[in-house]
């Protein structure tokens, strides 16, 4: 297993490219599955999760090739209706084939994703609202088995905002029957950005983007081209990173509508962001300030950018508050970083970070992918060099992690 190892205490300048957003690639390659043909999309990052939702389609009869930042899928060929456990289990967003294969198929045998490090993970509201819709839904030996004559739009309602959830219903409503209508969907821009493709396919969705998404169903969609939005979640950890170290970095490619309230909360923290047409300048103006943060859906704080706030405030002049709303289980990270001398807390949802200014190197495990990359920030300003291991958690979802890193000044590399 890959370790990657950081000499802490250099303060990060230069320029990034923030890469294609993973959670706006993914459901954007599982709504391919809607329409045989060619589907072609522009800046998608190279990371694993991307590959192993590949590989799922591959296995279905889809057919991808990659040239650099741009990936064909053609779906003329896929026929198989199944997402077997091994595949699923390793990533639990590859549920997002259900919707897609009901609405082109009228069936689906798609595995239990499992729980995961940060939690249950459940899809009882992804099936509960294709239930709704008409669909047959029985669990056998953890898989669910979905069939569906004709898909039926109908009203449907998330008890919790559910990002893939309201995916699912989103694209298997693309090709029902009459309209549907989603209430408490989420806002997230990877929503709003999977919406915008399946209307460039000739489905008729509108309100992406807000908590109420009104689709009418046609009856057939066709292959398109689309160029993936920038990953916010990346760009959020390196504006931390600049704000660790001490640096000064320009974020090239990143949209700062999609980070309203990380920017807020950074600006609060003591960081000075500018942003202008084609990405963000962040740097350090003082000491860091102690903030409370509690995640929410969006455009609340994201839960992805919890775990690198929590390094931050370890780096804070007083007392900070991190409350986790999402998930249940999201404070991997914190016992590894008690290990590098941070002095936190977690009280139920909440972590309780007293800021000490310094972190001291040590080995320390990865966990769960931001868990990882919260890791990685607290070796760029420990003093020594940090150990990370299990880092494939890293390769999931972020591109090219320790090179984009080095070519800011970072001290870092990977031990095969
Ligand atoms: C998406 O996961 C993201 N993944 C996650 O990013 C992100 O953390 C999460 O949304 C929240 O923003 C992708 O988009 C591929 P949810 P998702 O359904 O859709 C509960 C990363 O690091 N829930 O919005 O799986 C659930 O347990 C990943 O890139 C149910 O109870 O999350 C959680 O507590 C990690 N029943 C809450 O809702 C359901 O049927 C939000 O989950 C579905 C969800």
Redesign the pocket.
């Known amino acids: 297993m890959d370790k990657i190892v950081i000499e802490g205490g250099y303060p990060l300048e230069g320029e990034v490219v923030i890469s294609g957003a993973?959670?706006a690639a993914?459901?954007l390659i599982a709504s391919a599955l809607l329409a045989g043909g060619v589907h072609v999309f522009d800046n998608v990052p190279d990371l694993v999760?991307i590959k192993t939702l590949l590989k799922l389609l591959d296995y279905m009869g889809a057919r991808s090739s990659r040239n650099g930042k741009r990936l064909e899928i053609d779906t003329r060929g896929a026929d198989k209706c199944e997402a077997p456990y091994d595949l699923v289990r390793t990533m639990?967003?590859s549920?997002?084939v259900l919707g897609p294969l009901l609405a082109r198929f009228g069936q689906a045998r798609v595995s239990l994703p499992g729980g995961c490090a940060?939690?249950?993970?459940?899809?009882?509201?992804?099936?509960?609202a294709l239930e709704k819709m008409g669909v047959k839904i029985d669990l056998e030996q953890g898989y669910v088995i979905a069939r569906v004559d004709e898909l039926k739009g109908a009203p449907v309602y998330?008890?919790?905002?559910?990002?893939?959830?309201?995916?699912n219903v989103m694209m298997a409503a693309a090709l029902a029957r009459g309209t549907t209508v989603i209430k408490n969907a989420?806002c997230?821009p990877?929503v709003a950005a999977l919406a915008d493709y399946l209307g460039k396919m000739g489905a008729r969705i509108k309100g992406a983007g807000t908590d109420t998404i009104v689709i009418e169903g046609v009856s057939e969609l066709r292959s398109g081209h689309y160029n993936i939005i920038p990953d916010r979640?990346e760009a959020g950890t390196y504006m931390i990173a600049a704000g660790l170290t001490g640096g000064d970095l320009f974020l090239r490619n990143c949209q700062a509508g999609h980070l309203q309230a990380a920017i807020a909360k950074l600006r609060e923290a003591g960081l000075v962001i500018d942003v202008d047409s084609d990405g963000m300048r962040v740097r350090r103006n003082g000491p860091i300030r102690s903030v409370d943060v509690k995640t929410q859906?969006?455009p609340g704080f994201?839960?992805?950018l919890q775990a690198q706030m929590v390094v931050l405030m370890t780096m804070g002049n007083g007392l900070s508050v991190i409350t986790e709303t999402?998930?249940?289980n999201r404070f991997m990270h914190v016992g590894e970083l008690q290990r590098m001398g941070a002095d936190i807390i977690v009280e139920g949802r909440s972590a309780i970070i007293r800021g000490s200014g310094n972190l001291l190197a040590a080995p320390v495990m990865a966990t769960?992918?931001?868990a990882s990359a919260s890791l990685i920030l607290a070796g760029l300003v420990a003093e020594g060099k940090t150990e990370v291991s299990r880092v494939y958690h890293l390769d999931r979802?972020y591109e090219r992690l320790e090179e984009k890193l080095s070519s800011v000044g970072a001290r870092i590399w990977r031990v095969k």
């Open positions: 993973k959670n993914l459901p999760d639990r967003a549920v997002l940060i939690g249950a993970r459940p899809i009882n509201l992804h099936l509960k998330f008890d919790v905002v559910s990002v893939t959830g309201t995916e989420a997230e990877e979640i859906p969006y994201p839960t992805d999402i998930f249940e769960d992918l931001r979802g």
